[in-house]
Structure formats: structure tokens, C-alpha cells
């Protein structure tokens, strides 16, 4: 199963099970940073964490606060696909990781990104 990441008029297959989005809040500029899975039913957040809290920023009722911050766990089901604004206000866009191997994505104002998995990925997939 591969990650798709259309990003810039580009399509980027990563093979990964799993994946890491850190990113930095745009007015606090804390980090936020959330695990996730690639499944055949699509992608599922398992894990999440928010360094710090404040307005629009609040931890859910559940989340447990640790050194690191707050740590809590998604329970949604999974995503067929997920969008990512690139608004370039941040300061630095998107950290995904996969496989010890990182991108920068939306560090710049443009088009959303946006993420599945597939077999094979493709700009219509």
C-alpha cells in the first residue's frame, strides 16, 4: 500500500504502513504533531499530541498532559483522503515523515495538498 501526497501539481508515492505530520500552529506557533496509518480502508489517525493549548487549540477531554505536551488518541475512522491547507502563513508548512524519511509540504501559499493510499498512485486516484 503506498501514501499518494498530490502536492504542487505533482503526485509523490511513499510505501509506508505508517506516517508523522508535525506542523507549527500559525498564531501560537506551538508544535502540533499526529500519527497516522495507511490501511486498505484508508488513512487512520492513531495518536496525536499539542504542545501546548490555547485558543482554537484545546486538547480533547481525554488527552493526557506529559512533558512533552498533551497526548491524546483520534478516535476516528478512516480517512478516504485528507487536505491539508498550504496557506504559507506558518512559517513552514507541513513535516511528513515516513520511513525515516521526511518532506517539507506547503510551505508556500498554493493549492491544498491532499493525501490517500492506493496501490499505485496518480494525480485521479
Given at each position: 500500500m503506498s501514501l499518494c501526497i498530490a502536492a504542487g501539481g505533482k503526485v509523490i508515492a511513499l510505501v509506508a504502513s505508517s506516517f508523522t505530520l508535525s506542523w507549527s500552529h500559525s498564531v501560537a506557533h506551538?508544535?502540533?504533531w499526529e500519527r497516522w496509518e495507511v490501511t486498505?480502508?484508508?488513512l487512520r489517525p492513531v495518536e496525536a499530541r499539542i504542545s501546548g493549548s490555547g485558543a482554537g487549540m484545546e486538547p480533547p477531554p481525554d488527552a493526557v498532559l506529559r512533558a512533552d505536551g498533551w497526548h491524546y488518541w483520534p478516535d476516528l475512522p478512516p480517512q478516504h483522503e485528507v487536505f491539508l491547507a498550504a496557506s504559507g502563513a506558518t512559517g513552514g508548512g507541513w513535516r511528513l515523515c515516513a520511513r525515516n524519511e521526511c518532506l517539507m509540504l506547503?510551505?508556500?501559499?498554493g493549492e491544498p495538498l491532499r493525501l490517500w493510499q492506493a496501490r499505485e498512485c496518480s494525480a485521479g486516484g
Amino acid at each position: 500500500m503506498s501514501l499518494c501526497i498530490a502536492a504542487g501539481g505533482k503526485v509523490i508515492a511513499l510505501v509506508a504502513s505508517s506516517f508523522t505530520l508535525s506542523w507549527s500552529h500559525s498564531v501560537a506557533h506551538t508544535e502540533w504533531w499526529e500519527r497516522w496509518e495507511v490501511t486498505a480502508e484508508g488513512l487512520r489517525p492513531v495518536e496525536a499530541r499539542i504542545s501546548g493549548s490555547g485558543a482554537g487549540m484545546e486538547p480533547p477531554p481525554d488527552a493526557v498532559l506529559r512533558a512533552d505536551g498533551w497526548h491524546y488518541w483520534p478516535d476516528l475512522p478512516p480517512q478516504h483522503e485528507v487536505f491539508l491547507a498550504a496557506s504559507g502563513a506558518t512559517g513552514g508548512g507541513w513535516r511528513l515523515c515516513a520511513r525515516n524519511e521526511c518532506l517539507m509540504l506547503g510551505t508556500a501559499a498554493g493549492e491544498p495538498l491532499r493525501l490517500w493510499q492506493a496501490r499505485e498512485c496518480s494525480a485521479g486516484g
